[in-house]
Nanobody, 122 residues
Framework: QVQLVESGGGLVQPGGSLRLSCAAS????????MGWYRQVPGKERELVAR???????SYADSVKGRFTISRDNAKNTVYLQMNSLKPEDTAVYYC????????????????WGQGTQVTVSS
């Protein structure tokens, strides 16, 4: 099993910043792409940002220029730096990891974190 543990959410005023972290741990695995998604009640989960194993990034149009995704492969951790936050960024943010796990052979798998609440409000 692999666990994804998120941290860094909270309450921030409009225009403020937050940094989310997501650390992967567990049995033998190799991380591939990692990403951040968000969800508000009554809506589907949406992609916020994604980063490949080689560091290539992609962003939702709504966060381009404000959010930056990065990763530390030595720590099996992905980050989301969120600047110039807006009330519409309020959501539960989820970490996602595409990875390969070893249990006699390498198998692809997909994991989600438990989610962390981000609230942007004055």
């Amino acid at each position: 099993q692999v666990q994804l543990v998120e941290s860094g959410g909270g309450l921030v005023q409009p225009g403020g910043s937050l940094r989310l972290s997501c650390a992967a741990s567990g049995s033998t695995f190799k991380l591939n792409a990692m990403g951040w998604y968000r969800q508000v009640p009554g809506k589907e989960r949406e992609l916020v940002a994604r980063i490949s194993s080689g560091g290539s990034t992609s962003y939702a149009d709504s966060v381009k220029g404000r959010f930056t995704i990065s990763r530390d492969n030595a720590k099996n951790t992905v980050y989301l730096q969120m600047n110039s936050l807006k009330p519409e960024d309020t959501a539960v943010y989820y970490c996602n990891a595409d990875l390969a796990q070893y249990d006699s052979i390498w198998r692809p798998n997909d994991y989600w974190g438990q989610g962390t609440q981000v609230t942007v409000s004055s």
